[in-house]
């Protein structure tokens, strides 16, 4: 019985909270937009999860981060597969002597970022192609005769 007392006291005191946010001019709007919101989800027979992704998607917000790809695992064959380095060339861009490669695989020293950065490239495959483009040759191989050191 006191359990029953106790919820009719909830009860109570929610129904005067509601009350007193209704009469808020600013809850009143919300109040509005969310039976509007509401209607809308029940006209077009959605549940409510599906609703919200057609929200998300529309908004282009993304309900939960994508997952990250499992970790691949240890292996003999990986352990026993030797990584080769990738083959460095230094070239005269401007005044610098700059270390290039064939590809960064997205990784790139700090003298080559700071020469990406400083001719104004936030990537190193722009910053290649713009070198090559300005030094007037078709291959890496043909750069790397004209430019290196």
Known sequence: ??????????????????KELEANEQEAKVLEAVK????IREKF?????????????????????????????????AAGTATTKAETFNVQVGKDTVPIRRSTNGRLSGELKRAVEAAGFERYDQFLAD?????????FD?????IGV
Not at 1 to 17: R, Y
Not at 36 to 39: R, V
Not at 131 to 139: G, P, Q, R
């Open 1 to 18: 019985m006191s359990k029953l007392l106790a919820l009719l006291t909830q009860q109570k005191a929610l129904e005067a909270q509601i």
């Open 36 to 39: 509007e919101i509401e209607a």
């Open 45 to 77: 027979n959605y549940n409510e999860s599906d609703f919200v992704d057609v929200l998300l998607t529309y908004y282009n917000v993304n309900a939960t981060p994508a997952a990250k790809p499992a970790k691949r695992a240890y292996t003999k064959k």
């Open 131 to 139: 070198l090559m483009a300005k030094n007037k040759v078709e291959s």
């Open 142 to 146: 043909d750069l790397i005769k004209k």
